[in-house]
């Protein structure tokens, strides 16, 4: 698994873009970058994942640079239901199911 | 689609019995993930599971089991309870064969055990 480096916490004003750094600089060229997040006392949820264009769904979109070694989670118009931990990683495609969760981003939204 | 269900919810048990803890996955989903999540280690990979068979294991004691059966619910043991085996323990499920389709992954609400 790449190592990946993310602020502690961040905080968000309720319906400003929420921006979500993660530094994965060891990446591989196939390694896939992976977001979840886990709002308290509940489990983890699967956010989005990207390799190397850019990605987005009805929850989110990730930005990758060109030379993979960073990514940015964007949340487009954060809601007090998005306080939550955010998580980044980068699994090797060899540990079949093994997520490996780093200490993530707490961000907390703000009214 | 229904989600991945994990039971019992909660769970008290005593030092040194043992406890079983239930996970259905989404339907047509074949890999289950199991794992711990404490204040002190986080979330922690226990090992996981697909066709019946464990494909990967974490850094945990031999205390620590499960098993996968031919509809995909799969089980975990715990025997021999320590003190510091409280807490949450999650399963998630993900429809991927292998490789990168893996870690695309659904988490159950997890069973919260307490060994007093």
């Known amino acids: 698994d790449a190592k990946t480096t993310q602020p502690t916490s961040m905080d968000c004003a309720e319906g400003r873009a929420a921006n979500l750094p993660c530094n994965h600089s060891t990446i591989s060229g196939n390694e896939y970058v992976y977001w979840y997040r886990q709002i308290h006392s509940q489990g983890p949820q699967y956010i989005i994942h990207?390799?190397?264009n850019n990605e987005t769904n009805e929850m989110a979109s990730l930005i990758i640079t060109e030379d993979r070694k960073s990514s940015t989670l964007i949340l487009p118009h954060a809601t007090l239901r998005d306080t939550a931990v955010y998580y980044c990683?980068?699994?090797?495609?060899?540990?079949?199911?093994?997520?490996?969760f780093g200490q993530g981003t707490i961000l907390t939204v703000h009214p | 689609k229904a989600g991945v269900t994990q039971t019992p919810r909660y769970l008290i048990k005593t030092r040194g019995q043992q406890v079983t803890l239930s996970c259905s996955p989404i339907s047509g989903h074949r890999s289950v993930s199991w794992y711990q999540q404490t204040p002190g280690q986080g979330l922690q990979f226990l090992f996981e599971?697909?066709?019946?068979?464990?494909?990967n294991k974490g850094n945990f004691p031999g205390r620590f089991s499960g098993r996968q059966f031919s509809n995909s619910r799969s089980e975990m043991n715990v025997s021999t309870l320590e003190l510091g085996d409280s807490a949450l323990y999650l399963c998630?499920?993900?429809?991927?064969?292998?490789?990168?389709?893996?870690?695309?992954?659904?988490f159950g609400p997890g069973t919260r055990l307490t060994v007093t």
């Open positions: 998630a499920s993900s429809g991927g064969t292998g490789g990168f389709l893996s870690y695309e992954q659904y």
């Open positions: 990207g390799l190397k």
């Open positions: 990683i980068a699994p090797g495609g060899t540990s079949y199911g093994k997520l490996t």
């Open positions: 599971y697909f066709s019946e068979t464990q494909r």
